[in-house]
């Protein structure tokens, strides 16, 4: 028999931001699998419960299924930093497997923002599915990603008109700006990549726990802003104990 799970897309960390249909699947559940992070705070781990207490009611964590998340290493250059990546995945993948056998009717994931951005869960069922001989039927319910709260909270649209927009990493922007890309998107840069970013005539729109009571916006030229997001940034990871920010590279 097939098991069915349902990729549920919570939005950016609030339980304001998550849409109708989610909280219909949520509901409708009879498992929840959640990913516990050992290097996430306390604080991501609330944002999913104070979404499942009050979309879904308190007793949801008699259905919880925890499970520990694979440690992960920070690799060095691209290729190490691929394999390391690989061998996380197959590593989540199994323990993705343990933890769906048995009859646990309809299973709901929550993954933060939405499903298809920089999100693993449905890679790793995939693999899963492909390794295991696991049946699996999986369905995906939409989020609000942090690029689409980030556009709300600046009220900028993404692209200019008839333009392109192109979404990356830190990672990859620190070897510059990409060739040709008018608006470029940043997610997942823990080492604010912007601030190496040379070129005349970018504007920076940053923000930082985007839809939630946290959140922090600031926009400007890039060369002028970029060392008060610096600290800015730095003040708030310090506070909080984490970040997550997201930004927009607009060439003039
Ligand atoms: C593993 S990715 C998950 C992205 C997610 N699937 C989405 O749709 O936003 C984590 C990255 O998403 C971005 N991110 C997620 N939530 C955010 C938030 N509330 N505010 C700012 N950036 C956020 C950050 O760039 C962070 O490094």
């Known amino acids: 028999m097939a098991i069915h799970v349902d990729v549920v897309g919570i939005g950016p960390g609030s339980p304001d931001l998550i849409t109708v249909q989610a909280v219909d699947v949520l509901r409708a559940a009879d498992a929840f699998l959640l990913v516990e992070k050992r290097r996430e705070t306390r604080e991501l781990v609330e944002a999913r419960t104070a979404i499942l207490d009050r979309h879904v009611g308190p007793d949801w964590s008699e259905?919880?299924?925890?499970?520990?998340?694979?440690?992960?290493?920070?690799?060095?250059?691209?290729?190490?930093?691929?394999?390391?990546?690989?061998?996380?995945?197959?590593?989540?993948?199994?323990?993705?497997?343990?933890?769906?056998?048995?009859?646990?009717?309809?299973?709901?994931?929550?993954?933060?923002?939405?499903?298809?951005?920089?999100?693993?869960?449905?890679?790793?069922?995939?693999?899963?599915?492909?390794?295991?001989?696991?049946?699996?039927?999986?369905?995906?319910?939409?989020?609000?990603?942090?690029?689409?709260?980030?556009?709300?909270?600046?009220?900028?649209?993404?692209?200019?008109?008839?333009?392109?927009?192109?979404?990356?990493?830190?990672?990859?922007?620190?070897?510059?700006?990409?060739?040709?890309?008018?608006?470029v998107v940043v997610m997942l840069d823990p080492s604010c990549a912007f601030s190496e970013v040379e070129e005349e005539g970018v504007e920076l729109f940053w923000g930082a726990y985007l839809g939630t009571a946290d959140e922090i916006l600031i926009s400007g030229p890039l060369g002028e802003i970029a060392a008060e997001v610096e600290q800015v940034r730095a003040e708030a990871k310090a506070r909080k104990g984490w970040m997550f920010d997201t930004y927009l590279l607009r060439r003039r």
């Open 63 to 183: 259905r919880a299924i925890y499970v520990q998340d694979a440690e992960r290493g920070v690799g060095g250059d691209a290729r190490e930093h691929q394999e390391e990546v690989s061998a996380w995945r197959a590593e989540r993948a199994r323990r993705f497997a343990a933890a769906l056998e048995g009859d646990l009717g309809r299973v709901a994931i929550l993954a933060w923002g939405d499903p298809s951005l920089y999100d693993s869960t449905l890679g790793v069922l995939e693999d899963l599915g492909r390794d295991t001989g696991l049946a699996l039927e999986v369905s995906v319910v939409p989020g609000i990603s942090s690029i689409q709260a980030l556009a709300a909270g600046h009220r900028i649209g993404l692209n200019r008109v008839g333009g392109s927009v192109q979404v990356t990493t830190g990672r990859r922007l620190r070897d510059g700006m990409p060739d040709g890309a008018e608006d």
